[in-house]
């Protein structure tokens, strides 16, 4: 395989996802409705005001959505446009780095499509969502680390700023570039690191960070959630099972690149990968009574019970695997670690990474995309050049394209469900269905309450830190998205809730089967304070019969 042919193949899911699925329509997702509103108001006003609904103030984040509306305008296909281009850069970086680590082009295409085609990317570069900004900024702090024997002063400088502007875009991002600088700061003491080149890379960054500290809390304001999403210790137990869910969570992942292993590599530590793989099972069944597969197998897939069995062990078995190669590589560079941070830092910075997890107070099925490069580098590093069979390539090979087949079907079941979702949230409110009545969801909630309450005209930024306990309340009962099911008149929703009973269905088809958009009314409600457009409007969409009781 020549090189343009792997840059054809990495650049292949990507044309074939905007001709499948292409990215418009002003479908905002999860929590899309907030970080979109800073980067809209950004562009219409030039201003930029933070927002008290995310926990890190993302301004690198918002910039670069906001680029990418210079040239598309202020909608969600130019927001998705932005987050596609860091998922292109950040698969040729994978690309780029086995290649250096020796690998040979078979190897390093798996790697870069392992992300590339990865259920969570495919999922998220179709949002605003932050975490796919963090996962691109920290693998180029680690992919583009220079050498310590680098000479060039500017080379050094130009990594100092990167590790500046990587905690902008969300600070989590600039842990690789704090882990380049313990260990350079080590060097500094073992002589193998120049003193110049040290603080040559120090500087910027230390500035960067100074000047955004001063702009947050003497003209921005810190935002709210900022201020309460803490580190929390929580019980021992709870942070063993979150372990397990996230070693499970990369061997599921990682599975193209782990059969590729050549089994004499396996065979050296197959006592090793016995005993880990029942202590990892048992663990398990221990803490969850299985093996915990719901961040891992999406759509109707994951409803199979067979699949989830065989899913399980699969993953089990192959995070058993990457433990015992990350262990090995841990051992090997540690030694001759002053030597060059490039060679430590991938696996310390995807320690750290995995830690600040298993002690954070919240933990979404999302946070697994920040891992993913991490330990796709770290894997490729710890694994030895090697030629492998045609029939591990196919199995290799297959296994990526049911990947990629099953991201691109959940991504199209999610878009077309959110068109429909918006357009009958559209008809509701035309008909004279005010989104106060209405329970929509999270999205939903934020869309229409939070955000022209909260943000609206004035584009009020960070305040809610500034207000009482009272004021605070009475805040977040009017805004606050967290309200988003209050047992409203009105219910908009995927299924119905007990307390209501169905008005209209709204059929969508995907490539998956499809669903249905359910339009609901509350038991208790009298329709006739309703309004008389939106019963006729239900009357013209065939609306089940409902009975007329006091509202």
């Not at 210790?233 to 099972?241: D, N, V, W």
């Not at 309004?531 to 089940?544: G, H, I, K, T, Y």
Request: charged share 15%.
């Amino acid at each position: 395989m020549s090189g343009w042919v792997a840059l054809l193949a990495l650049c292949l899911p990507y044309v074939l996802l905007l001709i499948l699925v292409p990215p418009g329509g002003e479908t905002p997702a999860a929590d899309d409705f907030d970080y979109s509103a800073t980067a809209f108001h950004l562009l219409k006003t030039g201003r930029l005001v933070l927002s008290d609904w995310p926990a890190m103030t993302l301004v690198g984040h918002v910039l670069w959505g906001a680029l990418f509306g210079t040239i598309g305008g202020a909608n969600y296909a130019s927001l998705r446009l932005s987050m596609l281009a860091l998922s292109v850069m950040t698969t040729l970086s994978l690309y780029f780095w086995c290649r250096r680590q020796g690998h040979g082009q078979f190897f390093s295409v798996c790697a870069g499509l392992m992300f590339a085609v990865n259920p969570f990317t495919v999922l998220y570069e179709y949002t605003f969502m932050t975490d796919l900004t963090g996962a691109a900024a920290a693998t180029a702090l680690l992919v583009f680390c220079p050498k310590f024997s680098e000479t060039r002063l500017s080379r050094w400088f130009a990594y100092g700023v990167s590790g500046g502007f990587a905690y902008l875009v969300r600070e989590t991002a600039a842990i690789p570039f704090l882990v380049v600088v313990g260990i350079a700061f080590c060097g500094l003491f073992a002589g193998t690191v120049e003193r110049e080149k040290f603080f040559v890379m120090l500087f910027p960054a230390a500035v960067l960070f100074v000047a955004y500290q001063v702009w947050l809390h003497d003209w921005s304001g810190v935002p709210y959630h900022r201020q309460t999403s803490m580190l929390a210790t929580g019980s021992l137990g709870e942070r063993f099972r979150r372990l397990l869910l996230i070693l499970t969570g990369l061997g599921f992942q990682l599975l193209p690149v782990v059969v590729l292993l050549r089994w004499e590599i396996v065979r050296q530590k197959w006592r090793r990968s016995v005993l880990l793989l029942i202590v990892l099972a048992s663990s398990a069944y221990i803490g969850y009574g299985t093996i915990p597969m719901e961040v891992l197998l999406i759509g109707k897939a994951g409803s199979i019970p067979f699949v989830r069995v065989a899913a399980g062990w699969v993953s089990i078995a192959a995070a058993a695997q990457l433990l015992i190669l990350w262990t090995r590589l841990f051992k090997q560079v540690l030694p001759g670690f002053l030597q060059d941070a490039w060679k430590l830092a991938p696996i310390l910075s995807l320690a750290a990474n995995i830690l600040l997890m298993l002690v954070t107070r919240l933990y979404f099925d999302r946070y697994l995309l920040s891992l993913l490069p991490l330990a796709i580098l770290v894997t490729a590093q710890a694994m030895p050049p090697n030629s492998v069979s045609q029939r591990t390539r196919a199995i290799a090979a297959l296994l990526l394209l049911l990947t990629a087949v099953s991201s691109f079907m959940h991504l199209q079941h999610h878009q077309q469900r959110q068109q429909k979702f918006w357009s009958v949230a559209e008809q509701l409110h035309a008909a004279g269905i005010e989104p106060r009545v209405v329970d929509g969801g999270l999205t939903y909630a934020g869309w229409y309450r939070y955000t022209p309450a909260y943000r609206g005209e004035t584009h009020q930024g960070p305040y809610l830190s500034r207000l009482s306990r009272e004021e605070f309340e009475m805040a977040l009962l009017g805004l606050s998205p967290y309200s988003d099911y209050a047992h409203r008149a009105i219910l908009l929703d995927d299924q119905n809730r007990p307390g209501y009973r169905v008005l209209v269905e709204f059929p969508y088809d995907s490539w998956s089967g499809g669903g249905k958009i359910v339009v609901a009314q509350r038991d208790d409600l009298d329709e006739t304070k309703l309004p008389p457009q939106f019963l006729e409007w239900v009357r013209s969409m065939n609306a089940v019969p409902h009975q007329r009781v006091d509202f």
